[in-house]
């Protein structure tokens, strides 16, 4: 709308012109014709309006001759009168070119933030998935230099009773350097889950060595948890006498069923098939 305004100011202007003027030969239809053709003529975007541009600078040569050979008053007015609608109609199809490029322009940036947006999430996706492939090659040279064993519950990391003192659920200071190099790594791979399940070996009332077992289990957990292991990842249980791995017979046998296992998967619901 602001060439508009232009257009009519300059009409405005001239018709002021016209009426202040004394002079008996100034036609005002004329002057404003001779003000806003040459304002469509020069837009950028006169093409778009070559029709009513051409048939308003015929108009307005024509109502010029008439003036300098002296023709009718009112044969003057008439070709001034249609340059100026001419014009007027030319000035209209400019303004709504110029509103539909902006349109244009404003959906074309549009389409560009969400490219830029739907690339910037593939890249994000892509690098989570990088890191994650990364935490997860972390975690399993972890284990495997910690000796875990993968079977069909996931890696299995057994700790054995030499982390605690006989009939006891305090961690020995020895057990620190496994737990924070387990903690370390669970940080770095938030989705991956440990269950620590708590054994114990026959000697003992059933009752003893299940509260011992869970003990065990919670003392691990507490421990990864002062280091920064988020609670969702751990489920800490204690399984009593009730999985031994050797004979109870011996006092070898004994020691091995004396045991902290960690079985590491990917997933919640793994863990929780798992207790089940």
């Known amino acids: 709308m602001k060439r508009s305004y232009n257009l009519l100011l300059t009409a405005a202007a001239a018709s002021l012109l016209a009426a202040c003027s004394s002079t008996p030969d100034r036609i005002e239809d004329l ?13 950028p975007r006169a093409g778009v309006a070559a029709a009513n541009i051409s048939e308003a600078r015929k108009s307005l040569d024509r109502a010029n001759k008439l003036e300098d050979s002296g023709g009718k008053v009112g044969d003057i007015q008439f070709e001034a009168q249609v340059a100026a609608r001419n014009a007027q109609i030319a000035n209209e199809k400019i303004l709504t070119a110029q509103a539909n490029e902006e349109v244009e322009k404003g959906n074309a940036e549009r389409q560009a933030v969400l490219v830029e947006a ?21 975690l399993e040279q972890e284990l495997a230099e910690l000796k ?3 079977t069909d519950r996931g890696m299995v990391l057994t700790l054995g009773d030499v982390l605690f003192d006989t009939g ?6 020895g057990a620190y350097g496994t ?3 387990l903690a370390n ?16 070996d026959s ?19 507490t421990a990864l948890l002062e280091r920064g292991v988020r609670s969702d990842q751990i489920i800490a249980v204690g399984k009593g006498k009730n999985y031994p791995i050797a004979s109870n017979e011996d006092a ?10 960690m079985i590491f998967t990917d997933s919640k619901s793994q863990v929780a098939s798992d207790v089940n």
């Open 148 to 150: 875990a064993k993968k």
């Open 185 to 200: 790594v669970l940080n770095q791979a938030p989705d991956r889950k440990v269950m620590i399940e708590g054994h114990t």
């Open 31 to 43: 002057e404003v014709a001779r003000a806003v053709v040459p304002q469509v003529e020069a837009s």
């Open 203 to 221: 000697v003992g009332s059933e009752e003893l060595n299940q509260a011992l077992s869970e003990r065990r289990a919670a003392a691990v957990q």
């Open 179 to 181: 737990v924070d190099r």
């Open 118 to 138: 739907r690339e910037a999430e593939a890249r994000r996706r892509t690098n989570e998935a990088q890191m994650a492939n990364q935490r997860a090659t972390t």
């Open 168 to 173: 006891k659920a305090t961690l020995k200071p």
């Open 252 to 261: 070898g046998g004994r020691q091995r069923n004396r045991r902290v296992e």
